[in-house]
């Protein structure tokens, strides 16, 4: 028997429902959506249902064979339904609410920039003119808060790091991707815990609910079901987007780049998990940045400690959010939060105060055995073992002096699984410059069967290293090169840039880097300087003198030393001089 059409009523609250979900089962429509479909008349696909327009069309270039999937958690249409008049509710109390704030505020004449912007659109644009203008109606330039530009020096510092960073992931056989800034909403929610509200969401265009990515590691996983990969070894190196609360003198930004390395496929334990650690400790010592550490722990040792401690199930989670902060905040604010916040024993959070002070080398993991409560327990139990053979095999790789096995480590994002790593300088304030772990199951969310690929990355804290490293030039007041030209063409009297352009010619020909001034009689002097204030090492000189003779001046910048070189063997002669010169 059809089901008969939903009533205009219940069209609405499933708009409502859609108004923050791709399909009703999720990132990719399933069972459910096709029932839906149904039920939905064509000719009820007006204007005052945009979000269930967007849905419907986007069905229509599925199969009804395709929509298999079953639905989430035991959803049912009705249930949609009745969620979707719940959220339209909640909406219309809360714009209701801020409207009623706003028009007492603009009676008080108290009105701030965040009341006056969502006004109206006349009212946003006003306030957004008045924001980008100063005194008198002129227009103040700036970057967005937590953005910044690049200068050329600081742009030549990144690039080498990077090269020298994706050398390293190369070294390890790494091929690499690239995946969309943006992704659907939820493709991203649900999978970062309490940093979850730190998402950028775009504004609905009136087609796919979309954010800015929050890191590169739940797209790779996307990537990873879509394309039914079961085994790869990648890196990438792209912008992610959070809308934190910046810090310059930290690193911290709202658009900063990540460089990830992951290994996906079903392996031994622990030996891609060592040799991620391997590639951190490569990348941190070739950048020549002081002393390190590698803290290591394990989920399922977490797991098993607030067990063992008395944590009820339900908040292993957040708990282990309000743990990740004990790099940044003493005992006594961490537990305060647990007690005060999370509504935790507080001889519970003393347990776990008691555990997380341990730290260590491979002795810890023998340590921890003798502890019968823990020893007891088979997360713990388990996760020690992992950890003997993890903190094993970084000792073969030459890096176990490196590693600190901490029980204070631990990474407060919902998709890890196993062992979890962050990477600190020591000494340093600036917070952790690489981390990752194992996430078994983040791949198997996205798959229409569960279909699960183990998976371990890393991510290097690019921008924070950066942070360091260009303190450190400014403090060394260190001049850095912002281009790679070998050779500049000079001309020694007037009418010879015809010259000047067939020896570049020539030199571009045979891929040397070199270039000449754009006047066409520039002092020959000028140019010299030029050399100098931009590291240019050599400065080809031509002159009537020389053309008729068929030679040129070969100049050594930093030593003023010239040499006579034949024309037809300059390319040759400079490459061995560039070579000398490393």
């Known amino acids: 028997m059809m089901a008969s059409p939903l009533s205009g009523r219940e069209l609405q609250a499933l708009d409502g429902f859609l108004a923050t979900r791709s399909y009703l089962c999720g990132a990719r429509p399933g069972r459910l959506d096709g029932e839906a479909r149904a039920r939905v008349p064509a000719a009820a696909l007006t204007d005052e249902v945009p979000h269930l327009r967007r849905w419907f069309g986007h069905l229509s270039s599925w199969l009804p064979a395709e929509l298999t999937a079953p639905p989430p958690d035991g959803l049912t249409l009705e249930r949609a339904l009745s969620a979707g008049r719940e959220e339209a509710r909640q909406q219309l109390d809360g714009e209701l609410q801020r409207l009623a704030a706003l028009r007492a505020r603009l009676c008080s004449g108290d009105a701030s920039d965040g009341d006056v912007?969502?006004?109206?659109?006349?009212g946003k644009q006003r306030h957004e003119s008045s924001r980008s203008a100063g005194a008198g109606g002129k227009l103040i330039l700036k970057t967005a808060k937590g953005t910044r530009d690049f200068q050329p020096a600081q742009m030549a510092l990144r690039e080498r790091v990077f090269a020298s960073i994706v050398e390293t992931f190369k070294r390890h056989g790494a091929e690499t991707i690239d995946t969309p800034v943006f992704e659907l909403r939820e493709v991203l929610t649900g999978k970062y815990g309490e940093d979850s509200k730190l998402i950028y969401d775009l504004k609905d265009q009136g087609g796919e609910i979309l954010s800015l990515r929050y890191d590169l590691t739940v797209p790779f996983a996307r990537y990873v079901a879509m394309n039914k990969?079961?085994?790869?070894?990648?890196?990438?190196?792209?912008k992610v987007y959070r809308r934190d609360q910046p810090s310059q003198a930290r690193g911290r930004y709202r658009e900063f780049y990540q460089c990830d390395f992951d290994i996906a496929g079903s392996y031994d334990p622990m030996v891609p998990d060592a040799e991620c650690v391997r590639i951190v400790s490569e990348i941190l010592e070739s950048l020549q940045l002081g002393t390190f550490v590698v803290k290591v722990n394990h989920r399922q040792i977490l797991d098993g400690l607030f067990e063992v401690c008395g944590v009820p199930p339900d908040q292993f989670r957040s708990i282990c959010s309000a743990v990740d902060k004990l790099d940044k905040s003493p005992w006594e604010e961490v537990k305060r939060e647990m007690v005060e916040e999370k509504h935790l024993a507080p001889e519970v959070a003393d347990r776990i105060g008691h555990y997380v002070k341990f730290s260590g080398g491979p002795e810890l993991v023998d340590t921890l055995l003798k502890d019968a409560a823990l020893a007891a327990n088979k997360n713990v139990s388990a996760g020690l073992e992992a950890m003997r053979a993890f903190l094993g095999y970084c000792a073969l790789y030459g890096v176990g002096g490196r590693v600190s096995f901490d029980l204070s480590l631990a990474r407060g994002l919902d998709y890890y699984t196993g062992?979890?790593?962050e990477a600190v300088l020591e000494g340093g304030d600036v917070g952790s410059i690489a981390g990752g772990g194992r996430y078994d199951g983040l791949v198997g969310m996205f798959d229409p069967k569960g279909r699960s690929v183990p998976c371990v990355g890393v991510s290097i804290g690019i921008e924070r290293l950066f942070a360091i490293m260009?303190?450190?030039?400014?403090k060394a007041d260190q001049k850095v090169r912002t281009t790679e030209t070998e050779v500049y063409v000079c001309s020694a009297q007037k009418g010879l840039m015809n010259e000047r352009m067939k020896l570049l010619t020539t030199l571009w020909d045979a891929n040397v880097k070199a270039e000449q001034s754009y006047k066409k009689n520039p002092k020959?002097?000028?140019q010299l300087q030029y050399c100098e204030d931009h590291g240019v090492p050599f400065a080809v000189i031509l002159g009537e003198s020389e053309l008729q003779r068929g030679v040129v001046k070969l100049r050594h910048v930093?030593?003023?030393?010239?040499?006579?070189v034949q024309r037809d063997q300059l390319v040759e002669v400079l490459r061995a001089k560039l070579a000398a010169l490393g």
Do not use: M, P
């Not at 990969?229 to 792209?238: D, F, L, T």
């Open 117 to 122: 912007s969502g006004a109206s659109n006349t």
């Open 229 to 238: 990969i079961s085994s790869i070894k990648r890196y990438q190196i792209a």
């Open 419 to 421: 062992v979890i790593y």
């Open 470 to 474: 260009e303190a450190r030039a400014d």
């Open 524 to 526: 020959l002097l000028q």
């Open 558 to 564: 930093a030593t003023r030393e010239e040499t006579e």
